[in-house]
């Protein structure tokens, strides 16, 4: 294992916000790219006022006060060196690029439209430094099809197509748990980057990467065959079953639930056998998946008589440690950000910074392993503008009147 991490050397300037974009460059960070992230004097990225908020008397769900930092910069701005730039003042995008002549990629997700009137968009930049690869990330692309609609992540969802396959046939549409276009859209846009210093390398080539979160989710929608399967009578939302892959889904049990899948034969046969019904194997309504998906309702219902009189742990003995059939217990969120392999590995790591109370709170891991390289978020999230001396003085050499005259003045 080398001290060296994946993407060492690689300047990053970040100008996103929120989620979706931050996400993105905490993860470049994460790889070990050197992450400038630029935020408004006085003001800095939205996600700073997000409660709840923690300080040196610990955490808590009011007004913030003083020095107090928002639980979710301490999970987002991880890896990320802060600075402060007014991009409206003509002096503020004058230093911008020269900082993006110093820089590897610029990764940016504003509204549509706002850095062409900044003046700060890639054709800007391009011209400041040929070599640029600059990502962005949309809600709807650009130009978007929806003019002065808001990018969201619920109107994203909205828009996919993925809440309307979620939830239960006779139910509403349902909002995915967790902001999915938020995260899926930065893992494309990360992709897009990596492969483009790739080409960079070899050719020299600077180029634009553009990532839209709608196109993200809408892709995934297409990897179902909804179209097929409407059209042939079967519900678009199947709630916690998946019948195309009968038995496959999720079972009540007298103490929780249990995910369980079945639709392998010798699978089936086995899970059949614990039910006590062997002999459906060979009913044509139920022997193979294409039937099976017909009479997927009362296959299903059969099933779940039988886990709702056992326990889960019952139920998973029964079927996953006898049988091998696969089947899991039904997690709270609370027991997976506990789970000590899942912290061993780095998938979710405990929020840290110096000069705070014990956060006692969970952050996003890495969950990237490498066997030569380390990767990890092992720098805390700064206060607003913590590195402006260090860029401004040592990657721009500005001399320290001139530092003073630029915040005198507001530009950082």
Not at 55 to 65: A, C, I, P
Not at 116 to 141: H, Q, T, W
Not at 144 to 149: E, G
Not at 323 to 328: L, N, Q, S
Request: glycine share 10%; proline share 7%.
């Amino acid at each position: 294992m080398t001290t060296t991490k994946p993407l060492e050397g690689v300047r990053v300037l970040d100008l996103t916000v929120a989620l979706s974009g931050p996400y993105g460059s905490l993860l470049l960070g994460g790889l070990g790219a050197d992450v400038i992230h630029v935020e408004a004097p006085g003001g800095g990225d939205i996600a700073r006022n997000n409660p709840p908020y923690v300080g040196k008397e610990g955490l808590h769900f009011g007004n913030r006060r003083g020095d107090e930092v928002s639980l979710t910069i301490l999970n987002r701005a991880r890896n990320k060196k802060s600075i402060t730039l007014d991009l409206k003042s003509e002096q503020g995008r004058a230093l911008f690029m020269d900082l993006a002549k110093e820089c590897d990629v610029v990764i940016e997700n504003a509204s549509e439209g706002v850095t062409a009137r900044l003046g700060v968009d890639y054709e800007s930049v391009r011209k400041a430094n040929p070599k640029i690869i600059y990502a962005s990330i949309k809600a709807f692309g650009e130009p978007s099809p929806y003019p002065n609609l808001k990018g969201m992540d619920i109107i994203v969802q909205a828009l996919s197509g993925i809440m309307d396959v979620t939830g239960f046939a006779d139910g509403p549409p349902t909002r995915s748990g967790l902001p999915m276009a938020d995260l899926i859209a930065p893992l494309y846009a990360v992709n897009g980057v990596l492969a483009a210093l790739i080409h960079c390398g070899r050719t020299g080539e600077g180029q634009l990467v553009q990532v839209s979160m709608l196109d993200c989710l809408s892709s995934m929608v297409a990897e179902e065959h909804f179209d097929v399967f409407i059209k042939e009578g079967y519900p678009k939302r199947s709630g916690n079953f998946h019948d195309r892959l009968v038995p496959f889904g999720v079972y009540r049990t007298r103490d929780g639930f249990v995910a369980m899948v079945a639709f392998q034969p010798d699978w089936f046969l086995s899970l059949l056998e614990a039910v006590g019904k062997p002999e459906m194997a060979k009913d044509p309504r139920y022997a193979t998946r294409g039937p099976r998906m017909k009479h997927a309702a009362t296959l299903n219902a059969l099933i779940e008589e039988w886990t709702k009189q056992r326990s889960t742990e019952e139920v998973i003995h029964e079927l996953q440690v006898k049988r091998g059939v696969p089947a899991a217990p039904v997690r709270s969120p609370l027991e997976v950000l506990k789970d000590p392999v899942l912290q061993e590995r780095g998938a979710v790591v405990r929020l840290e910074h110096p000069g705070l109370a014990d956060v006692d709170a969970m952050g996003m891991g890495l969950p990237i392993k490498f066997s030569k390289t380390p990767v990890q978020f092992d720098q805390p999230a700064q206060e607003l503008g913590a590195s402006n001396d260090e860029i401004y003085r040592g990657l721009l050499r500005l001399p320290d009147d001139r530092l003073q005259e630029l915040r005198d003045q507001g530009v950082i």
